[in-house]
């Protein structure tokens, strides 16, 4: 029995290595040479019509800011409109729309009398425009000027599906976790970026992604992670996914982790529905989809559990051997450590590595906590937005 629990322990480790850090080097190794796609247009060029697409819930703090950078991009605007669904809010949320469509005609509002949920908003909408292009975004998401046609520019290759955007952080700040998730994004960015040199970026970040509409699959009710069912979609219908890093967008994180781990375990919920529904990419499991999609996606999901099972057979372990025995004391040390980096420090700095560690073991708390949601519970796809800094 002995032998079973070590090789549960250590196969776990191994499986985390890799993840955390074997695939993003080999993912860098596979791709040194690969170029992203250079079929683009140019901005002389008959540019395609595009709807910009996001659903709303009391968001009058960001929106006069999120329609002006929409308008205010190099993109043509007679080929552009810009739809906007409302989730019941109760703020000045349509005061806001209204007003700005006698400046912008071409801005429409749709309000939803009870509350419906981003994944079937955005499916509603998208119902309503016959636009070539649509960008799916977030109301909190502030364009560059160039981010819509950086963007829409990749559509020229008819091989290419969906383009992602490059969401940077623009209030890295010396409290909470707003350097760790930061840091998290950063890397994340540079993994689907990789990702999309092989034409298979797996799941663009919902802050704002473009697809061609004719890809466009209606997000299923009860479905929360609406952006990645679109892209799994996407390279299901044989097309390519890729990440744009010119197509840059801004976002305030949220500094609490109490937030986060809100957030993010709302949102495992809809990576386990995931887990067993894009169940077709097993049966191609030397295609690079694949690879991606258990290197970057499914050994993430899973590792939470794994890591579960591998701390209860080092506590078994402990008991027969000394160096399971110190480990496990080590172990207990960084929990405790962990713990009161989590309810002494708070939202304050913190020490560094220690705020890192406590971030990372707090979202994979999350997901855990997403998937006993996932298996006891029926999901919702309603939302509130995440506590931002001001």
Known sequence: M???????????????VYHYAGYYILLKWITHKKILNTQQYSNT???????????????????????????????????????????????????????????????????????TGKPQIVNNLVENTEADILILTDANIIFTPEHIFNLVSHFKDENIGLVGGNIIN????????????????????????????????????????AIRKELYRPTPQGFI????????????????????????????????????????????????????????????PFSWVFFCYFSHKVLRWILPLLMVVALISLGILAFNSLFYLVLSGLVLFAAILIVLDIFVFKNSAGIKPLRFLSHFIAMNTALLLGFLKYVFTKPKSIWKPTERVE
């Open 2 to 16: 002995e032998a079973i629990f070590s090789v549960i322990l250590w196969a776990t480790v191994v499986l985390f």
């Open 45 to 115: 060029e008959h540019l395609p019509c595009i709807a910009i697409v996001f659903a709303a819930y009391n968001e009058e703090k960001v929106l006069p800011q999120k329609i002006e950078s929409t308008f205010n991009t190099t993109y043509p605007k007679e080929k552009l409109q810009v739809w906007i669904g409302s989730d019941n809010s109760t703020d000045r949320t349509h005061e806001i729309i209204r007003e700005a469509q006698q400046k912008y005609p071409n801005l429409y509002l749709k309000v939803f009398e009870q509350r």
């Open 170 to 209: 623009d209030k890295v700040l010396q409290k909470g976790i707003s350097e760790q998730e930061t840091a998290y994004i950063n890397v994340e960015n540079k993994i689907k970026y990789y990702e999309g040199l092989l034409g298979c970026m797996i799941g663009a970040f919902g802050a704002s992604y």
């Open 225 to 284: 992670a609406d952006d990645f069912y679109i892209s799994m979609q996407v390279l299901a219908q044989g097309k390519k996914a890729i990440f744009e890093p010119k197509a840059i967008g801004y976002e305030t994180f949220s500094v609490k982790i109490t937030e986060e781990f809100r957030r993010k375990a709302r949102y495992a919920v809809g990576n386990y529905q995931s887990l067993f529904l894009f169940t077709s990419f097993w049966r191609k």
